[in-house]
T-cell receptor
Framework: KQEVTQIPAALSVPEGENLVLNCSFT??????LQWFRQDPGKGLTSLLL?????REQTSGRLNASLDKSSGRSTLYIAASQPGDSATYLC???????????FGTGTRLTVIP | EAGVAQSPRYKIIEKRQSVAFWCNPI?????LYWYQQILGQGPKLLIQ????????DSQLPKDRFSAERLKGVDSTLKIQPAKLEDSAVYLC?????????????????FGPGTRLTVL
């Protein structure tokens, strides 16, 4: 059974700092890995999707990497802003399934 | 295009009462999911529909939870009777999955969720 772990559970950084969020998964047989953002009282928004054949994806100040063989992904946020404060969730779509397996999330606070 | 709609946004009930949640997916999306997210945890799949048929309900506590998707469009999730441990956010998501599913690139679109508090 796929298990997804995220470290750290919470992170607080001053504005402008670069930061890295980590995600690990136990079963490397995946179609893709996604990073989502969750704001209080709102649904999940997909930030980046990395296909199993890809190594990384970039969108603006966000860069996500995928090392499928080791079961790891990182989300790099450059020049953090207070508006980046949210919970970031990592999720994988396992081969043979078409639903998402989520990690427990990292709650990020960017201090002005 | 309009997003996934859910109602109500918040619900407070006492244990042993019944409650129902409603979801309207993005127009034309064939696949619909219900997830349960307990505070401090990631969402966990409860049930998945493809059109009006159930694809996966292995994680649904069937003694108290039920869900339906009549006509393959909107869906309702019901809890009867509710327990304290059912306090959570219930998220609905949809995905197009038309004639050809593209597992490497297709993503799910989530609604705002319903926050349930059971007292």
């Amino acid at each position: 059974k796929q298990e997804v772990t995220q470290i750290p559970a919470a992170l607080s950084v001053p504005e402008g700092e670069n930061l890295v969020l980590n995600c690990s998964f136990t079963d490397s047989a995946i179609y893709n890995l996604q990073w989502f953002r969750q704001d209080p009282g709102k649904g999940l928004t997909s930030l980046l999707l990395i296909q199993s054949s890809q190594r990384e994806q970039t969108s603006g100040r966000l860069n996500a990497s995928l090392d499928k063989s080791s079961g790891r992904s990182t989300l790099y946020i450059a020049a953090s802003q207070p508006g980046d404060s949210a919970t970031y969730l990592c999720a994988v779509t396992s081969t043979g399934a078409n639903n998402l397996f989520f990690g427990t999330g990292t709650r990020l606070t960017v201090i002005p | 295009e309009a997003g996934v709609a859910q109602s109500p946004r918040y619900k407070i009930i006492e244990k042993r009462q019944s409650v129902a949640f409603w979801c309207n997916p993005i127009s034309g999306h064939a696949t619909l999911y219900w997830y349960q997210q307990i505070l401090g945890q990631g969402p966990k799949l409860l049930i998945q529909f493809q059109n009006n048929g159930v694809v996966d309900d292995s994680q649904l506590p069937k003694d108290r939870f039920s869900a339906e998707r009549l006509k393959g469009v909107d869906s309702t999730l019901k809890i009867q009777p509710a327990k304290l441990e059912d306090s959570a956010v219930y998220l609905c998501a949809s995905r197009s999955q038309g004639a050809t599913w593209r597992p490497h690139t297709d993503t799910q679109y989530f609604g705002p969720g319903t926050r349930l508090t059971v007292l």
